[in-house]
């Protein structure tokens, strides 16, 4: 009886503190990554991406259209960067493996939206997929935003995760859509060139 009770508080406690950090429930919409090119040489420009949102469920879904644009202040210029959080990762075995930085494991190469403005709600846009919709996000130019990139290597399996998060479609909702590519480093040089 005692160990019905504990794992029936267990539950309870699992439910009230995952609605507390947001509803990570699925609502039918799957996001991906393509690349466009998914081998090429670590001393190549890094390909232009895409953040592809499907919806699989059976219900329209409405998604803020905040991807782009972000504007980063830098004096004397301004910027305009996207609203995702970007991480490479080392595939080895099946496994994600980082760099060890301040004794913990990083990214290899990351991204992430340095300012933030407050949204206005007049100015917000939104995006409404009905079910088997789709919404493509063009990502250019990412090698100029990640940070450590040069650490790439060419002969070694990577993996490209992008994250995207939603706290406006639906009123005291948050969601994350995540979509994920791997990709290989491999050395087109031609015979006789130094390789990495």
């Known amino acids: 009886m005692n160990k019905t009770c504990l794992f029936a508080n267990l539950l309870v406690g699992l439910s009230l503190s995952s609605s507390a950090l947001g509803d990570q429930a699925d609502n039918g919409i799957e996001c991906s990554v393509v690349m466009e090119k998914t081998s090429f040489d670590a001393r190549e420009t890094f390909p232009d991406f895409k953040l592809v949102f499907a919806n699989k469920g059976e219900k329209t879904v409405r998604l803020f259209d ?58 917000m846009r939104f995006i409404t997929l009905k079910p088997g919709e789709k919404h493509e996000v063009s990502i250019k130019d990412a090698y100029l935003l990640l940070v450590y990139f ?13 994250r995207f998060k939603d706290g406006y479609a639906e009123p005291g909702v948050r969601r994350e859509y995540v979509g994920r590519q791997e990709f290989k480093t491999s050395n087109q040089s031609p015979e006789g060139v130094r390789r990495w």
């Not at 040069?150 to 993996?159: D, K, P, S, V």
């Open 150 to 162: 040069e650490h790439l290597r060419n002969g070694e399996w990577y993996e490209l995760e992008v």
């Open 66 to 123: 905040d991807v782009y644009p972000i504007v980063r202040l830098r004096e004397p210029r301004r910027e305009k960067a996207p609203n995702i959080h970007i991480e490479i990762w080392r595939k080895e075995n099946g496994k994600r493996l980082g760099v060890v930085r301040l004794e913990r494991e990083t990214p290899i190469a990351w991204y992430g939206p340095m300012y933030m403005f407050e949204r206005v709600g007049a100015l």
